[in-house]
């Protein structure tokens, strides 16, 4: 299976480790973000693309993608609302799925905090994500993902931290926070708070191979499924009608 990376930073290099130690898998090659628009229209033959670049190459990817069918990974963060209605689109040219995390840890937490937000109606829900010091967006996108699983309809206010005077914290609030510094890879913890009591669901990743790991997984089923848009819950849970 011939596998093209988009974007070759600590993630790009992750991957093209464990690309190149798989027997079953082949680095078809990068695409540099760098000088992405001059690569239009290169034509490389793989049987899936893996996208951990930047928004910047969205366009790109629209054009390559809906030209070539080709099956698409992407976990590309900093995404807007617009940018990954557009990545939903792309599933009517080729197999697509979006995750802003490959963890499958991550994923089963999505999943328990989506119920317990269901079954904790009127508790207060904060979330809190910490992130080496060189990230460049926040809140992180996996933040987003567990703030979307929590708040499915978006009724609640988001509040990205709080300072001074702002007053008794609001019933329809949703707290989101972010932390940066050193190396981390990754941590997130969804709190649920109600009347004397507290219930957390924290997941930590200690290297970002388990991202790269997950994203391969996904290449592997997503190249052999039909063209649609899928989540990496349907890759790994089956995709719910």
């Given at each position: 299976?011939k596998?093209?990376l988009?974007?070759?930073g600590r993630m790009?290099q ?11 898998l ?6 540099d973000?760098?000088?992405i ?19 910047s ?14 099956a698409?990974?992407s976990?590309?963060t ?7 209605d557009?990545i ?21 937490m ?6 317990m937000?269901?079954a904790?109606?009127g ?19 996996t ?45 997130h ?9 507290v ?16 994203a ?12 649609g ?12 009608s």
């Amino acid at each position: 299976m011939k596998l093209l990376l988009v974007g070759h930073g600590r993630m790009g290099q992750m991957l093209e480790e464990l690309i190149t130690s798989a027997e079953d898998l082949d680095l078809a090659g990068f695409v540099d973000t760098a000088t992405i628009s001059s690569l239009g229209e290169t034509e490389r033959k793989a049987d899936a693309v893996i996208d951990f670049s930047a928004p910047s190459a969205l366009p790109w990817l629209l054009e390559y993608i809906n030209r070539t069918g080709t099956a698409l990974v992407s976990g590309t963060t900093g995404y807007s609302r617009e940018d990954l209605d557009t990545i939903r689109g792309l599933g009517s040219a080729a197999p697509v799925v979006y995750s802003a995390n490959y963890s499958v840890g991550v994923a089963v937490m999505k999943r328990l905090a989506a119920q317990m937000a269901e079954a904790l109606p009127g508790f207060d829900i904060e979330i809190v994500e910490t992130h080496h010091n060189r990230k460049a967006d926040a809140p992180s996108g996996t933040a987003k993902l567990l703030a979307d699983a929590v708040d499915p309809q978006q009724a609640l206010t988001k509040v990205y931290g709080r300072q001074g005077i702002c007053g008794p914290r609001g019933k329809n609030e949703l707290g989101i926070h972010s932390i940066r510094g050193g190396t981390v890879a990754g941590e997130h913890t969804v709190s649920f708070f109600g009347e004397d009591e507290v219930l957390s669901l924290s997941h930590s990743a200690a290297s970002r191979r388990i991202f790269a790991s997950g994203a391969i997984r996904a290449a592997r089923a997503i190249a052999a499924l039909p063209a649609g848009f899928y989540t990496l819950e349907d890759i790994l849970f089956g995709k719910e009608s």
